[in-house]
């Protein structure tokens, strides 16, 4: 039930004094409540949970997590330490 | 789509799981706090692909198995009023209840509904002016700004026949119970990410500390998961105990102050039954003084409820991490989605569901595992 679907803000309006917006899901748009994310602007990624915007996804931070996964793997493959590594928890 | 297939990536996470076994030299036992990451555990097998010393022990964090059986009660009594539109998330149905579920209350008649948002409910409230509308507004601090707003729209609109029946549970009080408790064997916790969306994880210091535990802020897609555990295990391998944020995309550490202001205007902190386990003090929200006027429990006569929990289902066990879905004797048998006995067997966050939907009939030990070379 908590679970909370990245999306695309498309546009903002208001409703009965409150902000709403329409978000894009991969092609699915839907009407969703922005009323707690005040800042976030048409273009910004927002997490989605039972039609509220909880948060302005940091996409600077995610691409950040991406490069840091990835260079987790590169390093260990130029060590060499993960067969290594895996050696030791086996034996 | 975009920020869920980059966390999905099975290269990268295959990276990650070599990490994990390269760090792992002892048996750790961590728990995943939210129903939401045990569902993403169990299908993408993660808990089968890490090393076999880590065991991911799953939480209590599935708001609709830790509904109390009463307020369940409740719900059916007010549904099945006359005139009561009974608005739900769809999770809730087929929860059973002590006698029935909201299903079967449906097919008696009664005007059950299901909404996406708690703002569905305040529509049909407006449209149907003759009609009671209650909304059954259960959930963790994730869901809360949500049914917050609804009954401040309700309250701003003057809407009278608008009300909720509210259930709502909070995470920090329940990881401090788990570890209070002597039956446990949890040593790092990964941290439900979208509650910290909302709370922020600044409330999690004050239990690093005092219990000296691991907390990771985690996520959900399957490299969120791996990357929560990676650096728990991290920790536990160093005899540290730190809060960590492996979900920073999605969780500041003060959280989201504008959902925190309506929460504080709309509920306040309660002492919460959860089903299974039994009361949590000051685990819960009720709502406020300002809004007790819509409170469904107050407008609705709902006393006097008497209620019984089928004798084989050991869901409470399952919701403390005591005991495997696949080690209770009814798992698959008497107790199927179709025929659940608890809420765990229901959710779709629940351990049970996980369990039976992806085919873990038999424990993970059961199987012969091929000799490591």
């Known amino acids: 039930m908590c679970l909370g679907i990245p999306g695309q803000v498309k546009e903002i309006y208001e409703v009965n004094g409150v902000r709403m917006g329409k978000v894009d899901f991969a092609g699915i748009v839907k009407e969703v409540c922005l009323a707690y994310v005040p800042e976030i602007e048409v273009g910004d990624y927002t997490i989605v949970h039972v039609g509220f915007a909880i948060t302005q996804l940091d996409e600077a931070s995610a691409q950040e997590s991406l490069r840091l996964f990835e260079e987790m793997g590169r390093l260990e493959e130029e060590l060499g330490s993960s067969e290594e590594g895996a050696g030791e928890v086996s034996g | 789509m975009k920020y869920l297939d980059e966390f999905r990536n099975p290269e990268i996470a295959q990276r990650l799981f070599d990490e994990i076994r390269r760090m792992t030299t002892r048996p750790w036992a961590i728990m995943e706090v939210c129903g ?30 830790v509904t109390p059986l009463e307020t369940i009660d409740k719900a059916l009594m007010i549904a099945a009023q006359p005139g009561v539109i009974f608005c739900s998330f769809g999770d809730m149905l087929r929860v059973p209840g002590s006698e029935k579920d909201l299903f079967r209350v449906k097919s008696e008649g009664a005007d059950v509904r299901i909404v996406y948002s708690p703002l569905d409910a305040v529509k049909l409230a407006q449209a149907n002016p003759e009609r009671e509308v209650v909304f059954f507004a259960i959930g963790f601090e994730t869901t809360a700004p949500a049914n917050a707003m609804a009954v401040y729209q309700a309250k701003q609109l003057g809407l009278r026949n608008f009300s909720m029946l509210v259930s709502h549970v909070l995470v920090p009080p329940a990881i401090a119970a788990i570890m209070e408790s002597p039956a446990t064997r949890v040593q790092a916790f990964l941290a439900a990410g979208h509650v910290c969306t909302v709370m922020g994880y600044w409330e999690y210091e004050p239990l690093v500390e005092r219990y000296h535990v691991p907390i990771v802020v985690t996520g959900f897609e399957p490299l969120d998961v791996l990357e929560g555990i990676r650096r728990a295990v991290a920790q536990l391998e160093k005899g540290e105990a730190r809060l960590e944020n492996a979900y920073p995309r999605a969780v500041r550490r003060e959280g989201n102050v504008p959902a925190q202001k309506m929460l504080a205007d709309v509920f306040e902190v309660t002492d919460r039954a959860w089903r299974g386990i039994g009361v949590i003090p000051r685990s819960g929200w009720r709502l406020s003084e300002r809004y007790r006027e819509f409170d469904a429990e107050a407008r609705f006569a709902v006393a006097n409820i008497r209620t019984q929990e089928s004798p084989l289902c050991r869901s409470g066990e399952v919701l403390q991490g005591l005991l495997k879905p696949n080690q209770c004797p009814a798992f698959g048998k008497e107790c199927t989605p179709r025929t659940p006995l608890g809420a765990t067997m229901v959710s779709s966050e629940g351990a049970c569901a996980a369990y039976y939907q992806y085919g873990r009939f038999v424990q993970v030990e059961d199987i012969p595992v091929a000799p490591s070379v």
Not at chain 2, 39 to 61: A, K, T, V, W
């Open chain 2, 36 to 65: 939401g990451q045990t569902h993403s555990i169990i299908r993408n097998g993660i808990d089968q692909l890490l090393p076999p010393q880590i065991e991911l022990i799953h939480g209590p964090g599935c708001p609709v198995c």
